[in-house]
């Protein structure tokens, strides 16, 4: 098992550019998330779905927009980089038949994101 | 979301134990208490959670206070391999799993 995967690694943008981060993971599991994590900070949420086919904004959607494109996969676009936007991106499932009882996460490598 | 307050930094010997802190005095009744870590350039990790009990695992132990208004992440031995940042969160899973990381405690390993 891979786990969940992330592309690209490393991703260098100018400001107004667009680009599109993956996320897959081969688990079986129904929440997916992202996170970003600016430099000597925690993770803050942007979204996240609880099941296929649903999403929610976390604390920090602005300038972001997601799609579950199946159980499998969830992708996150920027649709017009900013430099604010630079940080490392990471995504997360966890897997359980509710959202609501508790199960453990399990993160990707990352992405890390620079916009000039 | 209750708050979680975490020294910024600690420092251990290798094959010592640790003991890792977290306030929580504003904790809920139903709030339970997770711990993950991130080590250098990777993705978090789940390291243990719990609610009432203290909780034991592979990886290692977690005391609850009886009031619930604080919690030690204890490692038994550490190695340099633990060198990492430690992330205390609480969550209630009635509001899902949406976990807010704080700024955590970076832990350094001596050899």
């Known amino acids: 098992n891979a786990g969940v995967t992330q592309t690209p690694k490393f991703q260098v943008l100018k400001t107004g550019q667009s680009m599109t981060l993956q996320c897959a993971q081969d688990?079986?599991?129904?929440?997916m998330y992202w996170y970003r994590q600016d430099p000597g900070m925690g993770l803050r949420l942007i979204y996240y779905?609880?099941?296929?086919?649903?999403?929610d904004k976390g604390e920090v959607p602005n300038g972001y927009n997601v799609s579950r494109l199946n159980k499998r996969e969830f992708s996150l676009r920027l649709e017009s980089a900013a430099p604010s936007q630079t940080s490392v991106y990471f995504c997360a499932s966890s897997g359980g038949t509710s959202p609501y009882i508790y199960n453990e996460q399990f993160f990707g490598p990352g992405t890390r994101l620079t916009v000039l | 979301d209750a708050k979680t307050t975490q020294p910024n930094s600690m420092e251990s010997n290798e094959e010592e134990p640790v003991h890792l802190p977290c306030n929580h005095s504003t904790i809920s009744g139903t709030d339970y208490i997770h711990w993950y870590r991130q080590l250098p350039s990777q993705g978090p990790e789940y390291v243990i959670h719990?609610?009432?009990s203290n909780v034991n695992n592979r990886m290692a132990s977690l005391a609850i206070a009886e009031d619930r208004k604080s919690s030690t992440l204890i490692l038994h031995r550490a190695t340099l391999r633990d060198a990492a940042v430690y992330y205390c969160?609480?969550?209630?899973?009635?509001?899902?799993?949406?976990?807010?990381f704080g700024p955590g405690t970076r832990l350094s390993v001596l050899p």
């Open positions: 969160i609480l969550r209630d899973p009635h509001y899902g799993q949406n976990f807010v």
């Open positions: 688990m079986n599991h129904n929440s």
């Open positions: 779905s609880a099941s296929e086919g649903t999403t």
């Open positions: 719990g609610l009432t």
